[in-house]
């Protein structure tokens, strides 16, 4: 297995990390041919480690195939920042990163996303390993990824750091709150999730980006040639 990038990730490539935030990595690793290839072998596509570091990585094709179908996550290799490890491989990636795009997809798997957070904090189910209350991080989740979102449709652009965001402020303030705490703000949080709902669908009504597509041709040859290289 070599590594062909590695990146920061999480809450200190968006803008929300405190003193006590983890950090955490993606990255992309490649098997080698005559791995990928053996009927007797079973190829990892996704390998982690957990603990004071998040490490995740996927194997080339799988990443590729994640990248098509408009994963946010598996996005943010293309553009963070914080680069930590590279390869020719992962900047000819990044600089065609128009090649991996499908803008309904990309849509389809954030509104998806952010589903699923609604739900989580709307309905207050989740408790932590040590028993804290992680309510708010789901509102925050919601909040980054539709607004990332609205970002690529208003701009083209895939933007990490949320920074930028009108609900920046909202997001630091409920960041290190726990569900007791949290209970008074949570109309105004409520009104912020819906709003960008409904902003997402006014973006994408009037989005120059609604229609890219991913070109599968390129993509398929590049990864042959990636794999031929490293065989």
């Excluded at 909202?170 to 709150?177: N, T």
Aim: proline residues 3%.
């Amino acid at each position: 297995m070599k590594i062909l990038a590695k990146v920061l990730v999480g809450s200190r490539l968006h803008g929300l990390d405190t003193p006590e935030s983890d950090y955490d990595y993606r990255g992309i690793h490649i098997s080698s041919l005559q791995d990928k290839l053996s009927p007797f072998k079973k190829d990892k596509n996704t390998v982690w480690i957990e603990g004071n570091e998040d490490n995740t990585s996927y194997e080339l094709a799988d990443f590729c195939k994640q990248a098509v179908q408009g994963n946010a996550t598996i996005l943010e290799v293309f553009f963070s920042d914080k680069v930590y490890e590279t390869s020719p491989a992962h900047q000819e990636m990044k600089e065609n990163w128009k090649k991996f795009i499908d803008t309904h997809r990309f849509i389809a798997a954030s509104r998806g996303y952010a589903h699923n957070q609604w739900n989580k904090f709307y309905n207050f189910e989740d408790t932590g390993l040590l028993g804290q209350k992680r309510t708010a991080k789901f509102a925050i989740a919601f909040l980054r990824v539709m607004w990332q979102c609205e970002q690529f449709l208003l701009t083209g652009e895939f933007k990490c750091s949320v920074k930028d965001c009108d609900y920046y402020d909202l997001m630091r303030r409920i960041k290190p709150m726990n569900i007791d705490e949290i209970q008074g703000l949570v109309p105004e949080v409520i009104a912020a999730m819906s709003d960008m709902n409904m902003r997402i669908s006014m973006a994408e009504s009037k989005s120059e980006f609604i229609n890219m597509k991913p070109d599968l041709d390129w993509i398929e040859k590049f990864i042959v040639r990636v794999y031929e290289q490293e065989k």
